[in-house]
Nanobody
Framework: QVQLVESGGGLVQAGGSLRLSCAAS????????MGWYRQVPGKQRELVAV???????NYADSVKGRFTISRDNGKNTADLQMNSLKPEDTGVYYC???????????????WGQGTQVTVSS
């Protein structure tokens, strides 16, 4: 099995910063993309940022210029640095990883348990 563990959420004032971390462990051969998603009550989970194994990144328009995703392929970790936070960034942030458990298996998506980020105005 594969486990994703997130850390780093919390309460911060508008304009502040937080850093989220995600660590993948378990039966992992390699990881394709790793990403961060956000969900608020009553809405679908949405992509915030994603990074490929080669380091290519993609961001939601709402966070471009403020958030930076990075990863350490050797440690199977991905971080999300969030600066200039706004109240609308509030939500539960989930880490996602597209994982090859074996060279003989197709990749599968795994999710963390989520970490709450609250930005007060």
């Amino acid at each position: 099995q594969v486990q994703l563990v997130e850390s780093g959420g919390g309460l911060v004032q508008a304009g502040g910063s937080l850093r989220l971390s995600c660590a993948a462990s378990g039966s992992i051969s390699s990881i394709n993309a790793m990403g961060w998603y956000r969900q608020v009550p009553g809405k679908q989970r949405e992509l915030v940022a994603v990074i490929t194994s080669g380091g290519h990144t993609n961001y939601a328009d709402s966070v471009k210029g403020r958030f930076t995703i990075s990863r350490d392929n050797g440690k199977n970790t991905a971080d999300l640095q969030m600066n200039s936070l706004k109240p609308e960034d509030t939500g539960v942030y989930y880490c996602n990883a597209n994982v090859f458990r074996s060279v003989y298996l197709s990749p599968a998506d795994y999710w963390g348990q989520g970490t709450q980020v609250t930005v007060s105005s």
